[in-house]
C-alpha cells in the first residue's frame, strides 16, 4: 500500500517567526541605485485601504488593456525633516561612523527624541567635509505633528542612503539637504515601483492550531485535541524546527517588493481622498499621501519604510491609468 501524504501545514519560508526588536523596521540592504545622487527611502503612515478602477499595465495579465477593479493602500506621507548627515567607511566588522554633521537648530520636536545631540560645530563640518568614506546617508525625522491620526507627537529618527557613483558628489548633496523639508517627490513618482518595509500586526502567543492550521486530534484522543500527535521520530534525538509549535504569531518584519505607486496626493484638500467618515481606526488624511496597489504588512497608524525596488523588473515609467478611487464610507452598513 502506497505511503499517504500530503504537503506540510504552515510555511518555513518566514522561520524562525520572531517578534520584531521594534516597531520600526531597519533597513538592512539598499540597492545600488542611479549614477547621480538622489535619495533611496522614505517614510509614512499607514491609513487604510479602499478600491479603484483602473486600465489593467500588466502586460501579460489576462486583463491587460482592459478597466479592473483593484484593492489599494493608502499610505500618509508628511515631508520629512533632515537633521544630520552621515558617512560610513567599511571595515572587517562592518560599517562604522567616520564622520557626522547636525544641524545647529532642530526645535523642540528633535529635543523630545534627542534632549541633547552633537550640533555642527565647525570641527565636526570639516572633519565631515575631509574624510574619505564609502557611504553617505541622511538622518531624516518625521513630522507626526501634520498628522491627525496619530496620537504620538514624538518624532522617530532613521537613516535614508544617499545613491550615487561618485562619493564627493553624494556628500555634497547630504550637506545641501542638511535641515531642509524632504517630500515623497525626492523619492518616487507615480508608475514606479517601491518596497514596502514593516512589522505586522501581533497577536502575541498562539498555539499549535492558530500559528501553524494544524489538524483538530480526533474527538475522542484522550488528552487534549488543540495539539500536535507527535514532536518528531526518536532520531534525531531533538525537536527538529520543522515541527509546528506555540509561539509568537504576528509582529514580524516583512517586506513587500515591487508595490507600484498608482497616485500621489499633495493636497487632500483640493483632492479628497479620505472616505465619508474617515478611514477606520485612523480618521481624515490631511497631508500628502500615496496610493499603492495592493497591501501592505501592519496596521492602521504603523510607521513604514519605503526603499527603491532591489528587484526592479521594469526601467522605464508606465502612465497609470486610474479612473476612480473609491471614498465611499468604510464603517460599513
Excluded at 502506497?2 to 520572531?18: E, I
Excluded at 502567543?205 to 485535541?225: A, C, D, T, Y
Excluded at 500527535?229 to 518584519?253: C, D, E, K, M, W
Excluded at 528587484?311 to 471614498?327: I, M
Aim: hydrophobic share 35%; aromatic share 8%.
Amino acid at each position: 500500500m502506497a505511503r499517504r501524504h500530503r504537503p506540510r501545514r504552515g510555511s518555513l519560508a518566514y522561520s524562525p517567526r520572531s517578534r520584531s526588536a521594534r516597531p520600526l523596521p531597519r533597513v538592512r540592504s539598499w540597492p545600488p541605485g542611479p549614477k547621480a545622487p538622489a535619495i533611496e527611502g522614505f517614510a509614512g503612515f499607514k491609513v487604510g485601504m479602499t478600491h479603484a478602477f483602473l486600465v489593467d499595465y500588466r502586460k501579460r495579465s489576462t486583463t491587460a488593456g482592459q478597466e479592473v477593479a483593484v484593492p489599494v493602500t493608502v499610505v500618509e506621507v508628511p515631508p520629512l525633516k533632515i537633521v544630520a548627515a552621515r558617512v560610513y567607511r567599511r571595515e572587517p566588522y562592518g560599517m562604522r561612523v567616520v564622520g557626522e554633521v547636525w544641524k545647529e537648530d532642530g526645535g523642540d520636536e528633535l529635543a523630545r527624541r534627542i534632549p541633547s545631540h552633537p550640533g555642527s560645530s565647525a570641527d565636526a563640518l570639516a572633519k565631515f567635509a575631509a574624510t574619505d568614506a564609502d557611504e553617505v546617508r541622511l538622518v531624516a525625522r518625521t513630522r507626526p505633528e501634520l498628522v491627525s491620526g496619530v496620537p504620538s507627537k514624538t518624532s522617530t529618527l532613521f537613516e535614508l542612503r544617499v545613491s550615487g557613483e561618485a562619493f564627493a558628489d553624494r556628500r555634497a548633496f547630504a550637506l545641501a539637504q542638511l535641515g531642509e523639508e524632504l517630500s515623497v517627490d525626492k523619492m518616487t513618482r507615480e508608475g514606479e515601483f517601491v518596497d514596502v518595509i514593516g512589522v505586522t500586526k501581533g497577536f502575541g502567543f498562539q498555539g499549535h492550531i492558530q500559528r501553524w492550521g494544524v489538524k483538530l486530534q480526533p474527538r475522542k484522543n484522550s488528552k487534549h485535541r488543540r495539539m500536535i500527535g507527535t514532536l518528531g521520530p526518536h532520531n534525531p534525538s531533538f525537536v527538529t524546527y520543522r515541527i509546528p509549535q506555540a509561539g509568537q504569531q504576528g509582529y514580524h518584519r516583512r517586506t513587500q517588493f515591487n508595490l507600484r505607486v498608482l497616485k500621489v496626493v499633495r493636497d487632500p484638500k483640493a483632492d479628497p481622498i479620505t472616505p465619508t467618515g474617515g478611514f477606520p481606526h485612523y480618521g481624515e488624511v490631511r497631508s500628502a499621501c500615496v496610493v499603492l496597489h495592493g497591501s501592505i504588512p501592519g496596521p492602521a497608524k504603523r510607521l513604514l519604510r519605503f526603499r527603491s525596488p532591489i528587484r526592479s523588473r521594469v526601467a522605464t515609467v508606465e502612465k497609470v491609468d486610474l479612473r476612480y478611487l473609491s471614498t465611499r464610507s468604510k464603517q460599513g452598513g
